[in-house]
């Protein structure tokens, strides 16, 4: 809904379901293909109505319900269910609960990202009250309480980091202050795997504006918690190494590769011959890595 209210091109379709599961609804759009195939006298009509593919839940990887993909029309979409989540104090894993729209939205990392297209009235639902706003305005604001939103799904902080950066929004000062609390420091180094954070990393430093992603994360004091040191390396198991030593070296560097990136961008990357979004994609992320990792290179 975001980037359809932005005029953006998106690949991501997420629908949404409050009375059945994915995979219910896959079978129904399957058979349906079939249907029109048969009716057409396509004697592919089997192969053009293939099946599903069925992502089941594993909670070891913060999957925690099951998700149907099935591709209609030449686009993937995600048949997936309305959901609540209930996090203990302690554990990483939320008790995941079929929920009303109003639950969804509100688990949601930030408002902007908590809107619904109703497919029967045809009517935007901002179920929180501020995403429309907030994406008119320009703000990057979490639906519920900060504190209580990072605390519960601390990797909600870096999702933030990577919106607010993508669209040039400004990070409200309540978000702020909630990442620098201590709870969520402590709630990011065990509450989530170092599998998701190295995924949204990817993310982040695939992004246009990945330098400046690189300097938020510094500045809310969680960036030593996105490198996972060797267990065996004493040198970098001091927090404040890492923090006063090699990561101010780290986000320099990655200033010094966001200008050269944006260069390349503005010249339509005839520097080097190469071709945008691919290429340049995958050659950022490796160099933004290379950039952040280069001043442990002697540990």
Known sequence: MRDKLMGLESDDIDIALDDMYGEELAEMIRHKIFEQEMAA??????????????IKSNSEKSKHLETAVIKVFGEFIDLVNLRSEEYGEDSRVPIIKIGTPEQDALRRDLTINSMFFNINTGLIED???????????????????????FVDDPLRVLRAIRFAQRFGFKITDEIMQAAL?????????HKITFERIQKEMD???SDREAHKSMQQIFLFGIAQLCIKPPSDCNELSDPETIETKMLPLSVFICNILGILFSTLKQNNNSLIGINFPDDLKNLQMSCFYTG???PFKDF
């Open 203 to 205: 993310k982040i430093f």
């Open 181 to 189: 609390n201590p709870k969520v420091k402590d709630a990011f180094a």
């Open 41 to 54: 006298g396509n004697p592919d009509a089997k192969k053009a109505s293939k099946g599903y593919g069925v």
């Open 127 to 149: 179920l929180t009250g501020n995403g429309v706003s907030d994406l008119t305005h320009g703000i990057a604001r979490t639906p519920l309480e900060p504190l209580k939103t």
């Open 292 to 294: 952040l990792l280069l």
